[in-house]
Every structure is written in structure tokens, then in C-alpha cells.
């Protein structure tokens, strides 16, 4: 089974058109990871703690979706989708927003094809018999914000993190094998799979600033200084990537003004822009 749904997260990668921008020429994300979490890891409990009380357990999405039913979640499945060579370089270059292809990846790739490959994976594996949930698309699911800033009550890298594909940084971002230049996506499924190890020592290990004092590189590429020792200021750096004036450059481009541009120049143009800078300096 864990096979099966990494080569059909595989395929549908490479062949679905809709990971193609006629725009850019390029497809928008290259060959996805897939990793697995039991749904009864302890950490989706703790993360009640370290996140938010509001935030869903894989039994609570099993709850809402098939309320009435006694179904028991198994495995969370994450994917790690790295954004492809040629949307990242021109992100590099960028000194103040993010670039056209960035900004059209946040519109086309991100909701558009994320949405549907998540959907496409539910189908798949219900139609095999295992209830599969997206819980993004429940009517629990909310983006909503804190004291601390924006959050969601379903949060794709804490999900990840469950799943051993990588670790948070200075800068919040999650740093994979792929790097951090990635978006993610998950599904709660009652299919058994062996879950993945965690190899990481703690959650910042793969940031070369939080394991070594060193890099910082990321400090010097955020446009409006979000990013200090401190860590990330959530507040600001949601203005610079969703504010008023980068839903205009969306609109100008022709991409949907509600998602904005994005900015994801810390992500670019950085030791662990594309690999994991923690393996190669060991
Ligand atoms: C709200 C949100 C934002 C907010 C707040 C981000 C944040 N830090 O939470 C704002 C507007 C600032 C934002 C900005 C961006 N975002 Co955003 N955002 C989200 C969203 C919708 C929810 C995030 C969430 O719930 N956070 C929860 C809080 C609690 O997380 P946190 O504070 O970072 O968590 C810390 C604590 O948990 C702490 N911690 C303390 N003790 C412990 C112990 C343990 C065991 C653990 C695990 C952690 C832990 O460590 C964490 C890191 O410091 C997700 C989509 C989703 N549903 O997940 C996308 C998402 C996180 N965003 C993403 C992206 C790409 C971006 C941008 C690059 C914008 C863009 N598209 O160009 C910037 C990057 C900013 C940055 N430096 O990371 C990607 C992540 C990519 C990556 N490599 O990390 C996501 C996953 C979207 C996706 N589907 O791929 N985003
Ligand atoms: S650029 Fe350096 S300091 Fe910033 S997240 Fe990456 S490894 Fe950490
Ligand atoms: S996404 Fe942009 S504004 Fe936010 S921390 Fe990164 S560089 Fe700064």
C-alpha cells in the first residue's frame, strides 16, 4: 500500500496537465516526497499544546467527516511538493517582491493543482475501500489568527514534522531533503501503512542558523526585516505576502487577487533553498 500511494502521488505529478504553466513554460512543482504518520502519534495530541487547542487530532477529522460512524483513522499521509528550478531562480533575483512566476505558482500551482491532487488521492483511496479525508476541505477547517499571528487549525508542516520528511527553521519555514522551497498537502485515511522515522534530533535540526549559529542567510533576504534572531514576525511578513498592494501585483498578472502574491524570498536564493544544508555539512 505505501508503494501504491507513492507511486500514484508519483504519477499524478508528472502526467496531471494542470502541474504545467503554458505561462512559464514549466511545470510547477518536480517529483513529490510521501511520507507517513500513524494517526495515533502522540505528537498530533501535543500539538493541542504546541499549536493551538483548536487544532484538529487525525481522530477529530475522522469525527466530523463521518460523524455518526465509528471509524478509526489509521495513517496521515504528507507530501512535500518541491516548486521547480525555474520558478525558484526567478525568485532569486528578487530584491523587494516576489516574481510574476512566483506570484502565478500561488494562484495556479498552490490552490489549483494542490487542490485537485489532494482530491484526486482521497478518490483513490476511498474508491479502494478506505474512508480518506482532505482535511482541508471540511467545513471545520479554518485559517483564523492568534495572539502570535495567522494560523490554521490544520497545519501541514506540524504535519510533516509527524512524518519525518523535515523540520522547522528561524524562519518558521519547514526545511526538507528538497529543501524549503516546497508547498505541502496531507490526507487522513483509515488505510494501515507502517508510519515513517523520524530521524531529526529535534524540530529546528535541519536549520543551519538553530544547529550551528551560522547562515543567517535568510535574515538578509527578507524584504521587511521579519526575519531576526528573535525568529519569524508572523504579522509582518503576512502584510508583505498578502496585503493590499501584493493583491494587486497578483491581479495586474492575472492571477486571483485573494492569494495574493506570496513573497518567498526567504525561501529562495539561500543555502536550504533546495536541499537539506544540515546533510552536506556534517
Ligand atoms: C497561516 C500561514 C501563514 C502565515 C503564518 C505562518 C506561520 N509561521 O505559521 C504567514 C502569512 C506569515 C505565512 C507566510 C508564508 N507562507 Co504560509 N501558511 C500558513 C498556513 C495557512 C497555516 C500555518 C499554521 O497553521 N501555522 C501554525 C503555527 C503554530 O506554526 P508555527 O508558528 O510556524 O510553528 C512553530 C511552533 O510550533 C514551534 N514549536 C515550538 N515547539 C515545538 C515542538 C515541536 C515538536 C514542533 C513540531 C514545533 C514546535 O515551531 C514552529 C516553527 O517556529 C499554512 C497552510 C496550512 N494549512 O498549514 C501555510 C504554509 C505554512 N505557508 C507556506 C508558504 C510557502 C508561505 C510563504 C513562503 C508565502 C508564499 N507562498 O510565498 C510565507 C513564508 C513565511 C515563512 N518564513 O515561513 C507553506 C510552507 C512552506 C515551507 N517550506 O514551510 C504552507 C504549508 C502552505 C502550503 N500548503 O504549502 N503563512
Ligand atoms: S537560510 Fe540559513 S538560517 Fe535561514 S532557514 Fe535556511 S539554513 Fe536556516
Ligand atoms: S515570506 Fe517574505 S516577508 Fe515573509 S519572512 Fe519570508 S522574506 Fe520576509
Not at 141 to 147: L, Q, R, T
Not at 173 to 197: H, M, N, Q, W, Y
Amino acid at each position: 500500500m505505501k508503494e501504491l500511494i507513492k507511486q500514484e502521488v508519483i504519477r499524478y505529478v508528472s502526467e496531471n496537465n494542470s502541474n504545467y504553466s503554458n505561462e512559464i513554460q514549466t511545470p510547477y512543482y518536480d517529483e513529490p516526497l510521501v511520507q507517513f504518520a500513524s494517526a495515533t502519534d502522540e505528537l498530533f495530541s501535543q500539538y493541542k499544546e504546541i499549536i493551538a487547542s483548536e487544532h484538529l487530532t487525525p481522530q477529530e477529522v475522522f469525527n466530523i467527516a463521518y460523524a455518526g460512524e465509528s471509524s478509526s483513522p489509521q495513517t496521515v499521509i504528507s507530501i512535500v511538493l518541491p516548486i521547480s528550478e525555474k520558478i525558484r531562480s526567478s525568485n532569486r533575483s528578487q530584491k523587494e517582491w516576489a516574481s510574476d512566476e512566483w506570484t502565478l505558482l500561488r494562484t495556479f500551482g498552490d490552490d489549483h493543482f494542490i487542490d485537485g491532487l489532494t482530491e484526486h488521492l482521497s478518490r483513490f483511496l476511498n474508491k479502494k475501500g478506505y474512508k480518506t479525508v482532505n482535511p482541508t476541505t471540511l467545513k471545520a477547517f479554518k485559517k483564523y489568527g492568534n495572539e502570535k499571528g495567522p494560523l490554521s487549525n490544520w497545519s501541514q508542516r506540524h504535519i510533516a514534522f509527524a512524518a519525518g520528511l523535515g523540520t522547522f527553521s528561524i524562519n518558521d519555514g519547514f526545511i526538507t531533503e528538497k529543501g524549503i522551497a516546497i508547498r505541502l498537502t496531507s490526507l487522513v485515511t483509515e488505510a494501515v501503512i507502517e508510519p515513517d522515522k523520524r530521524k531529526a534530533e529535534d524540530h529546528t535540526a535541519n536549520c543551519l542558523y538553530l544547529s550551528k549559529g551560522s547562515c543567517k542567510a535568510c535574515f538578509k533576504r527578507c524584504p521587511v526585516g521579519a526575519i531576526t534572531e528573535k525568529g519569524h514576525d508572523k504579522i509582518v511578513c503576512w502584510q508583505r505576502c498578502y496585503g493590499e498592494e501584493s493583491q494587486l501585483r497578483a491581479k495586474a498578472i492575472g492571477g486571483n487577487p485573494e492569494a495574493g502574491s506570496g513573497c518567498g524570498l526567504c525561501q529562495t536564493n539561500i543555502p536550504c533553498e533546495f536541499s537539506n544544508p544540515m546533510a552536506s555539512s556534517n
